[in-house]
T-cell receptor, first 114, second 111 residues
Framework: ETGVTQTPRHLVMGMTNKKSLKCEQH?????MYWYKQSAKKPLELMFV???????ENNSVPSRFSPECPNSSHLFLHLHTLQPEDSALYLC?????????????FGPGTRLTVL | GEDVEQSLFLSVREGDSSVINCTYT??????LYWYKQEPGAGLQLLTY?????DMKQDQRLTVLLNKKDKHLSLRIADTQTGDSAIYFC???????????FGAGTTVTVRA
């Protein structure tokens, strides 16, 4: 496996379900990110982890819970979601150096909340 | 996205050049990036430019940076149908983990 992988690629869940999205990076990077991409809206940064510590939480509802057990893995735990949470969830990783923050993205998980 | 702006749509004929424009507000930006997103996929880095450069060329791609006007452009020469995608510009700053993305420009290549 190379680059940034995400599983599952597609997920359909009801509002009462609990599910988790998984992201794995094989690039040796020290930062990982969750983004939400909704139709006709700009890319929204949700969470940033640097060296496994959360450094940014952009006012994301508590029904989204991130977890970063090590520098290669990032999870997004989902519970009691709303239909408006349906979107493409993108994971990215980077190795920030002297202002150069090239982020490598996974293919995303297409989430549909019924 | 509020610090980085792009036009939303561009239609171009196959074989012509495409020019996608982007403006940003933060003068302390260090690097500026162009990403491409094809349908159903994540974002793929196309190219980037350091803020003290004016131009960077990479095969069919030419990036121009006007730091005084805070204007960035991406020119795609000989546009092909495979270039149809959403293009995002983004900027980073020293010591910041975030990238600030524009809303994306949807490029449609017509035959």
């Amino acid at each position: 496996e190379t680059g940034v992988t995400q599983t599952p690629r597609h997920l359909v869940m009801g509002m009462t379900n609990k599910k988790s999205l998984k992201c794995e990076q094989h690039l040796g990077h020290n930062a990982m990110y969750w983004y939400k991409q909704s139709a006709k809206k700009p890319l929204e940064l949700m969470f940033v982890y640097s060296l496994e510590e959360r450094v940014e939480n952009n006012s994301v509802p508590s029904r989204f819970s991130p977890e970063c057990p090590n520098s290669s893995h990032l999870f997004l735990h989902l519970h009691t979601l709303q239909p408006e949470d349906s979107a493409l969830y993108l994971c990215a990783s980077s190795q920030e150096q002297w202002g150069h923050n090239e982020q490598f993205f996974g293919p995303g998980t297409r989430l549909t909340v019924l | 996205g509020e610090d980085v702006e792009q036009s939303l749509f561009l239609s171009v004929r196959e074989g012509d050049s495409s020019v996608i424009n982007c403006t940003y507000t933060d003068s302390s930006s260090t690097y500026l990036y162009w990403y491409k997103q094809e349908p159903g996929a994540g974002l793929q880095l196309l190219t980037y430019i350091f803020s003290n450069m004016d131009m960077k060329q990479d095969q069919r791609l030419t990036v121009l940076l006007n730091k005084k006007d805070k204007h960035l452009s991406l020119r795609i020469a000989d546009t092909q149908t495979g270039d149809s995608a959403i293009y995002f510009c983004a900027e980073s700053q020293l010591g910041d983990y975030k990238l600030s993305f524009g809303a994306g420009t949807t490029v449609t290549v017509r035959a």
